[in-house]
């Protein structure tokens, strides 16, 4: 039985392109829509990747980069950037994430007095981010070369840090080298920009 008791009640052309209409602007929105969430998803999946495998973050452990990062402050590494003298770098040692800084690269010679002053290639070296030198666990002969593909590293805060000046630690090779610390993310109420040489 029809629904239409009238000629009256059948819609017009005008009224059956109408409710076309709305119903194809939907389908349409929808697949927009759909398409556009699908690509927001992608977009933050290939920004997340990028920044997991050239930005990692890592937690500080430890107290020898005191006082530029502390126990529990959360750093970005650059994983792209290559460490130059004056770098703080995430490096392994011993299936262990450490900060320490680049003193020296190949080829540098570095000196070091009872003191703990630094010499690198015959000059003083300027460590404006030292509050306390120290000797600290030497037993390196010094003067000491560089070799290639290797950075001598020591941590800040020279009287706890274990670093190139023990040979059980030695200098670390680039293989080890995670990235050069470049921003850090926490605790929000300290400076962040690390990268730039102290």
């Excluded at 002969?141 to 590293?153: A, M």
């Amino acid at each position: 039985m029809s629904k239409f008791t009238s000629l009256d009640d059948i819609p017009s052309a005008k009224e059956i392109r109408s409710v076309l209409n709305r119903k194809r602007y939907r389908r349409l929105f929808a697949a927009t829509f759909g398409n556009t969430v699908a690509a927001v998803a992608v977009a933050a999946a290939v920004v997340v990747l990028i920044a997991w495998l050239a930005f990692p973050l890592v937690r500080v452990t430890g107290t020898s980069m005191e006082p530029l990062v502390s126990n529990g402050h959360i750093v970005v590494c650059n994983k792209l950037a290559t460490a130059e003298r004056g770098d703080v770098i995430a490096m392994y040692y011993n299936k262990k994430l450490l900060l320490k800084r680049v003193i020296a690269v190949p080829g540098d010679v570095v000196e070091l007095d009872e003191n703990g002053f630094v010499t690198l290639n015959g000059e003083p070296l300027s460590e404006p981010y030292i509050d306390k030198y120290s000797f600290g666990e030497c037993d390196v002969e010094f003067p000491y070369t560089v070799k290639e593909n290797r950075c001598f590293v020591m941590g800040d805060n020279r009287e706890v840090s274990i670093d190139s000046r023990s040979s059980v630690f030695g200098c670390v090779s680039d293989e080890n080298v995670l990235g050069v610390v470049w921003l850090r993310i926490y605790p929000f109420d300290l400076p962040h920009l690390l990268g730039e040489k102290q």
